[in-house]
């Protein structure tokens, strides 16, 4: 058997090939970085990365995850690209661990390499990518187009250097004994004078190359500077369906205050309308002093109830319940009920203060006090918050402030609330949210942080980069086709959609929109339909929805009319002409059709008609298609050309060859839309197709598109 040292010399290190004489020249060499000269591959870039590996891109926990490198070396040698990817549970871990899963990356074309992982649970996870030149691939790819005996039984010598090199490496005995062999064999065949082709066949041995393999040459690899972060969310953080209500508000008798008891009543209803998740405004104590009165009167009554979101009174702060709601056991009974109907409770947490909140004595110094005793109250300009004391968070108790809050979230996360819509994250600071999340989420990977703040975008993304898992959008603002267009085809391809996942409400407690104010039930449908076949997340402040409430507080403004942030409200869910049971067509629409559950596959269509919308998504398989078209025009019929072509179709479905082989291959440009609403049912040919909306009959088709499977009995069938 040789050993390395009775190889040819060329095949042998020089002696003294790692020093340099102290004179010379190549002392004086120093690679940019520092880096070690013979590392000859490149690792240009990994995506996802946000901000440069500053922040985590986001995904759902048991779905693939694409990871995609740039990498490249010099000449013609073959070069071999790995993904490492583990669970980072502590949060900071950028040196992959021995436990860290490898998957060879397979180049893609440009010189750019994909791999998958599929992340098995949520929690914070890291990934990188590693490159190396591979001496003993670029051997074999050069053998395969060797034809001269001679230059054959050269080849062969290198392979067998290349085996024991690779003997040497494994850790397993078989493969060390069966590389070893193979190199005794080569080094045979080369010096013997047989058959050139036997030995080359020999040389391209599979089962010697997939040992080869399993211990490659490593030495001069290169990795990625940064291992990078990647959040894996349940799928709820990807798809869900709000639905919003105020307990208080939930009596059956008018001018009565609801109770958890009388929520529990409704859950079944909820339910069925096809929502997941039920949120609620705050249910603390409210404060007295400067408490709101009707319509956001600035001097209250005695009966006035107050806002919810003035937290605080002698009852208790942030971790009490508001005693005309129930107990701490009614709440707890409820969660579970919810939960029994396959409804998620979701608390809003605001993170501000009545005036007469326990802390506002307990911790003076949370506050900012002006000259004159005072406190200054909460803006977001142009509202005014008389009741509400925003907190001072260049207190010089900031820690103490921040542990106090992160226990706000772990006191409900104790009562089974794992859903926190957050209110105005926007005006508390933004270290504070990037530590409490990251906090919070790694010991309960599970929880979903919903921030409502309608402000600047570099804000909310922001705020979605440091960790909200979802965030409020302009939709509400975004009514014309460009707008609508513009805005939704940011969302779902920009780089934002890395880590900001849209959840878009047509209305909200704080926000009726104009074009809700004339009442008209072509706007109302057609604007559910958008925020539900838009966006995979979307909700609605739901009985004033519903019931098409419409009447705003007085000229120009956003806010509802007798707004029930303000009082009670009797909610007659019966009254003629309601939209529950369109509500429920279309939530059913939305969760039988796994194309409408991601933000990513959005595709506007073309129509030579403005007040026309028609836009298609797809299921990550492309098995499900779904083509959503809105009249954007309330008071007349719309018709036009929609363009939607064959190759369109074939862009997103299954492989022909997936079919049985009885059944012949669906005709390309013959496919059947059936309307989800209507139940109306339409076969489209060609590329340009009519499509007639009347708002008055349905404001809207979302059509399933079903391809042809074949045809028996005189009848064409549809799948």
Avoid at 314 to 324: C, D, M, T
Avoid at 521 to 530: E, I, Y
Avoid at 570 to 576: K, N
Avoid at 585 to 591: A, S
Wanted: some cysteine; aromatic content about 10%; proline content about 8%.
């Amino acid at each position: 058997m040789p050993k390395p040292d009775t190889l040819p010399s060329s095949f042998r290190p020089a002696a003294n090939a790692s020093a340099a004489s102290p004179a010379s020249p190549s002392t004086l060499v120093t690679p940019v970085g520092g880096a070690d000269g013979r590392v000859r591959a490149v690792v240009e870039a990994v995506l996802p990365c946000v901000d440069g590996g500053r922040f985590a891109a986001k995904r759902v926990a048991g779905e693939p995850t694409r990871i995609t490198a740039h990498c490249f070396t010099d000449g013609h040698d073959v070069l071999r690209v790995a993904l490492q990817w583990w669970r980072d549970r502590d949060g900071n871990a950028n040196t992959a661990p021995a436990e860290a899963t490898e998957v060879a990356m397979e180049a893609s074309g440009n010189d750019e390499w994909v791999a998958d992982f599929t992340p098995p649970e949520p929690g914070l996870y890291r990934y990188t990518v590693s490159a190396w030149v591979d001496p003993f691939e670029s051997w074999r790819r050069e053998l395969e187009r060797r034809v001269d005996p001679q230059d054959i039984r050269v080849a062969a010598r290198v392979g067998a250097a290349e085996a024991l090199a690779a003997a040497q490496r494994a850790s397993a005995a078989r493969d060390r004994s069966d590389l070893t062999d193979w190199a005794q064999a080569l080094e045979r065949g080369a010096q013997a004078e047989g058959d050139a082709d036997m030995l080359k066949a020999l040389a391209l041995d599979e089962a010697a190359a997939a040992a080869m393999r399993r211990h490659p040459d490593r030495r001069f690899e290169v990795r990625y500077p940064d291992a990078l972060p990647l959040r894996a969310d349940r799928e709820r953080a990807r798809y869900s369906t709000w639905y919003e209500l105020f307990p208080r508000s939930t009596s059956p008798t008018a001018g009565v205050h609801g109770t958890f008891r009388d929520v529990e009543a409704r859950l079944a209803d909820i339910a069925a309308m096809g929502f997941d998740v039920l949120y609620f405004p705050p249910i603390h104590p409210i404060g007295r002093e400067q408490r709101k009165g009707k319509n956001n009167a600035l001097a209250a009554g005695p009966d006035d109830v107050g806002s919810p979101w003035a937290i605080g009174a002698r009852e208790g702060g942030h971790k009490a319940i508001l005693p005309e709601l129930g107990t701490v056991q009614d709440f707890r009974r409820l969660v579970v009920a919810a939960k029994e109907q396959g409804l998620e409770v979701a608390l809003d947490i605001a993170f501000q203060c009545a005036p007469d909140h326990p802390y506002v004595k307990e911790h003076p110094d949370w506050f900012r006090w002006r000259p004159d005793g005072t406190v200054q109250y909460a803006e977001n300009p142009p509202k005014k918050y008389q009741d509400i004391y925003p907190f001072n968070f260049e207190c010089d108790d900031w820690r103490g402030l921040w542990g106090e809050l992160k226990s706000v979230f772990e006191h409900w996360i104790g009562e089974g609330v794992r859903i926190f819509r957050v209110d105005n994250p926007h005006t508390k600071a933004f270290p504070f949210w990037e530590w409490v999340i990251a906090e919070i989420q790694r010991d309960h990977p599970d929880t979903i942080f919903l921030a409502e703040a309608f402000t600047r975008p570099k804000v909310m993304h922001g705020l979605a980069k440091r960790g909200f898992t979802q965030s409020y959008t302009y939709f509400t603002w975004r009514n014309t086709k460009h707008e609508l267009t513009e805005y939704f085809t940011e969302l779902s391809t920009g780089p934002g959609s890395e880590y900001f996942r849209p959840n878009a409400w047509p209305n909200t407690p704080d926000i009726l929109h104009e074009h809700l104010q004339g009442g008209e039930p072509a706007v109302f449908m057609a604007r559910l339909v958008l925020a539900a076949t838009l966006a995979a997340s979307y909700g609605i402040y739901g009985p004033a929805y519903e019931l098409l409430e419409h009447l705003p507080r007085g000229p120009g403004s956003e806010e509802y009319l007798d707004s029930e942030k303000y009082q009670l409200r009797h909610w007659d869910l019966e009254r003629p002409g309601n939209l529950r049971a369109f509500i429920t067509r279309v939530n059913q629409i939305r969760r039988e059709n796994p194309a409408l559950h991601a933000d990513h596959r959005l595709r506007f269509l073309h129509v030579d008609n403005d007040q026309l919308l028609a836009y298609m998504k797809h299921s990550a398989d492309g098995r499900n298609i779904v083509v959503t078209v809105v009249n954007l025009d309330p008071h007349h019929p719309q018709s036009g050309w929609l363009r939607l072509s064959a190759a369109d179709i074939a862009a997103t479905a299954p492989s022909t060859s997936d079919m049985p082989a009885s059944q012949p291959a669906p005709p390309p440009a013959d496919w059947q839309m059936h309307d989800l609403l209507s139940q109306q049912r339409f076969v489209w040919q060609g590329d340009a197709h009519y499509v007639l909306l009347d708002p008055h009959r349905s404001p809207a088709h979302v059509f399933v598109v079903r391809r042809r499977v074949g045809r028996h009995d005189d009848f064409d069938h549809f799948e």
